[in-house]
C-alpha cells in the first residue's frame, strides 16, 4: 500500500517547493573561477561524498592546512589522502563509481563551495611534492574532474548558528574513547583508549 505522504515524482516535489530563482540555475560553473581558487586556497577543510555501484554512499571528512586541496588546472583539483583507519570506503566506492561531490568550508564563513565531478585515483603525480605536510608525502591522492561548481547559499549555517562559540556543547556527550567502547565491542580497555585518543593522537596525525 503507497503512502500519501511519500513524494514519488518530480512533478510532485516541484509543487511542493516551487521552481528554483534564476540566479540558482545560472550560478554554475564548469571552470574554476578566480575567487573558487582563493576559496580553496583559505579552506582547511571538505566533505568529500562518494557512492558504489550499487547506490550506497559514504561521506569523508578530510583536512588540511589551508590549501591542501590542490589546484591542478582550471578544471582539475586533487585531495591528498591522510593515514586513517584504512577502510577506503570512499576510495573503494571511486573505482566503482567515479562521481563524487565536494563540499568545502571556510570556518566561520556561511557559505560553502560546491564541486561535483569525475574522480580518479592516483599513487603519483608532478604535484605530490606540493602537498607535503609535515614531511609527509601522499601516498595517493584524488583526482576530480571538474563538471560542476557553484557557491551554496548560507541558510543551514545561519539556521545551525554552527560558528557561534556560545552554541558549542563539545561535552554534551562523554569522550570519544567512552563513546567507541560503548557502542562497539574491542579488546582494549575504556583506559587504553583513552590513552590512544588523548595527547598521542594528534603527534600521530601523519604517521601511517
Not at 45 to 51: G, I, N, Q
Not at 61 to 82: L, N, Q, S, W, Y
Not at 100 to 122: D, H, K, M, Y
Amino acid at each position: 500500500m503507497s503512502d500519501p505522504a511519500e513524494i514519488t515524482s518530480p512533478d510532485d516535489l516541484r509543487a511542493l517547493l516551487g521552481t528554483p530563482r534564476s540566479r540558482a540555475l545560472s550560478k554554475e560553473r564548469v571552470v574554476l573561477h578566480a575567487r573558487d581558487r582563493e576559496w580553496l586556497a583559505a579552506s582547511p577543510f571538505c566533505v568529500l561524498a562518494t557512492s558504489a555501484a550499487d547506490g550506497s554512499c559514504d561521506a569523508s571528512p578530510k583536512g588540511d592546512p589551508p590549501g591542501f586541496v590542490h589546484v591542478v588546472d582550471d578544471a582539475t583539483i586533487a585531495v591528498p589522502e591522510r593515514p586513517g583507519n584504512r577502510r577506503a570506503d570512499g576510495y573503494l566506492n571511486i573505482l566503482a563509481n567515479p562521481h563524487v561531490g565536494l563540499l568545502s568550508l571556510i570556518p566561520g564563513r556561511t557559505e560553502t563551495l560546491r564541486i561535483n565531478g569525475r574522480a580518479r585515483l592516483l599513487r603519483d603525480a608532478p604535484y605530490f611534492d606540493q602537498m607535503i605536510v609535515k614531511g609527509h608525502r601522499p601516498v595517493l591522492a584524488v583526482e576530480i574532474a571538474i563538471e560542476q561548481i557553484f557557491f551554496h547559499c548560507a541558510k543551514a549555517f545561519l539556521r545551525s548558528e554552527l560558528w557561534k562559540p556560545e552554541t558549542w556543547r563539545p561535552d554534551v556527550l562523554p569522550s570519544h574513547a567512552r563513546l567507541v567502547k560503548d557502542v562497539q565491542a574491542t579488546p582494549e580497555s575504556l583506559e587504553e583508549l583513552e590513552r590512544y585518543y588523548g595527547a598521542g593522537y594528534v603527534e600521530r596525525l601523519y604517521q601511517q
